[in-house]
């Protein structure tokens, strides 16, 4: 079973757990999804001698499963994260060209249009507002009005082609400013979806390592596959300060 599958069969189990059962890291993922993979193999070599003392059978495929589960988990966190960060840098640098467009707009509009006080009447409430969100309508709103009313832009030596341009620039920067503010793709969602599938993946770990602890308590060599090979490296360096 790929990464993916593994994801989809275990993301209802993951949503279900409450917030307070979901524990948090208590080691680099990466470093603990490698002891994952490495267990599952040690442990199979046991298997027997587990399930003797009441270990499920279940759980040996259970440990695979939700090792897939938070890799895909971690791999969607990691993607989500990276298009929020492109996103906001992207924003910073085309929020300033959005407003210069606009206004830029405004005065060509406001030329054209300055004979007819209907006309310059929809200008002036279209430049009413000044914050972001007036900002992304003012560009729609203006290349509505200036197809609808193309004529006297023309006069001018306006390019019709900027009304175009004015409305891609509104659905373009109303996208990026979702993805910023995490309407569109919001990394906490998924990151709590990856620390439940860690979650469940622990569990499994845990239970594997405590039964093998404890069947192989007077056997060094297998005893040594059922610890966190990451823990001892770090309470061996605590020790050495």
């Known amino acids: 079973m790929g990464n993916k599958e593994s994801y989809d069969q275990m ?18 993922i990466e470093a603990f999804l490698q002891e994952a993979e490495d ?14 003392t009441g270990l499920p059978e279940t759980i040996f495929n259970r440990l695979g499963i939700c090792t897939g589960a938070l890799r895909e988990a ?4 990691h993607e989500d994260d990276r298009i929020r960060n492109e996103a906001e840098k992207q ?10 467009f606009r206004d830029d707009l405004l005065h060509s509009f406001r030329y054209a249009y300055r004979k007819d006080p209907a ?8 430049a009413k507002g000044s914050n972001i969100p007036d900002m992304i309508q003012d560009l729609n709103d203006l290349a509505v009005l200036g197809r609808n009313n193309l004529e006297p832009l023309l006069q001018i030596g306006f390019e019709e082609e900027q009304l175009a341009t004015a409305a891609d620039m509104s659905t373009h920067l109303a996208d990026l400013r ?8 919001n990394p906490r969602i998924n990151m709590q979806i990856r620390d439940a599938m860690y979650t469940l993946l622990k569990q ?3 239970e594997i ?3 093998g602890k404890f069947v192989f308590r007077n056997d060094p060599i297998r005893l040594n596959g059922y610890r966190s090979q990451y823990t001892k490296i770090q309470n061996k360096k605590y020790k050495n300060k």
């Open 74 to 77: 971690e791999s969607i966190w």
């Open 209 to 211: 390592r405590d039964c």
């Open 39 to 52: 267990l599952n193999k040690w442990s199979l070599h046991d298997k027997e001698k587990l399930t003797e």
């Open 178 to 185: 979702a993805i910023v503010n995490g309407d569109k793709y």
């Open 11 to 28: 993301l209802e189990e993951a949503k279900a757990l409450s917030a307070e059962k979901i524990q948090k890291f208590n080691m680099p």
């Open 119 to 126: 006309l310059l009447n929809s200008v002036s409430s279209i």
């Open 204 to 206: 499994c770990v845990d």
């Open 91 to 100: 924003w910073r640098e085309e929020k300033p060209n959005g407003f210069k």
